[in-house]
């Protein structure tokens, strides 16, 4: 795998790339996150959100900035750009849609998410919102296509096991649905396709 890959060739691979999106099956509620690239003088980044540790399924866990789709939003794109600029204080109309995921869901909170692939410019002030965010997480992403950095273990979140793709950096680990949308597309940028593995990984 390349130790490092460029926007262009990410703006390339999703030119390409139709992704699979799935109604909502009955039981599950919309959703959207953002994938933010972010081009920084020392190379390209992801950031990432540390929720802050509220009860329910996804406190205190790391993720991409995204929530549910309200009533006010107009198709999914607008979900994934309202919670963004709420969250992590981006102006939505300085992102740049560069493309889209297949859609995923998560067990316990039972969302039906569609992720979207978006540039911020850069230098960009960002504000993130004290009461959706502990803190944000700006990762390089050749960090992120370290084989050292992946693996696939179990996980354990509050007193339970969880199988999971993990990527860490530094004293962070990356887990659960936004490991596993981070993996897929990571799989999309090196073979063409999203990873068609079955869930949880063996």
């Known amino acids: 795998m390349k130790s490092n890959i460029t926007i262009e060739e990410i703006r390339e691979k999703l030119a390409q790339y139709k992704p699979e999106l799935q109604p909502v099956p009955n039981g599950f509620k919309k959703a959207s996150v953002l994938i933010p690239f972010y081009p920084q003088t020392n190379g390209l980044s992801v950031i990432f959100m540390k929720r802050p540790d509220y009860p329910g399924p996804h406190g205190g866990q790391i993720s991409f900035?995204?929530?549910?789709?309200?009533?006010?939003?107009?198709?999914d794109l607008c979900t994934a750009l309202r919670e963004t600029e709420e969250e992590i204080g981006i102006?939505?109309?300085?992102?740049?849609?560069?493309?889209?995921?297949?859609?995923?869901?998560?067990?316990?909170?039972r969302y039906w998410i569609t992720p979207y692939v978006g540039l911020m410019p850069f230098p960009t002030e960002l504000k993130p919102d004290e009461n959706e965010v502990e803190r944000l997480i700006i990762i390089p992403f050749s960090h992120l296509l370290k084989p050292e950095t992946f693996s696939k273990d179990m996980y354990e979140w509050k007193g339970f096991q969880y199988p999971s793709y993990l990527y860490t950096f530094e004293k962070d680990v990356i887990w659960g649905l936004t490991a596993r949308i981070l993996f897929n597309f990571i799989s999309l940028l090196f073979s063409g396709q999203e990873a068609s593995t079955h869930w949880p990984p063996a």
């Open 65 to 75: 900035p995204g929530g549910a789709k309200d009533e006010s939003d107009i198709d």
């Open 91 to 109: 102006d939505r109309n300085k992102i740049e849609i560069i493309g889209g995921l297949k859609t995923e869901y998560t067990f316990a909170s």
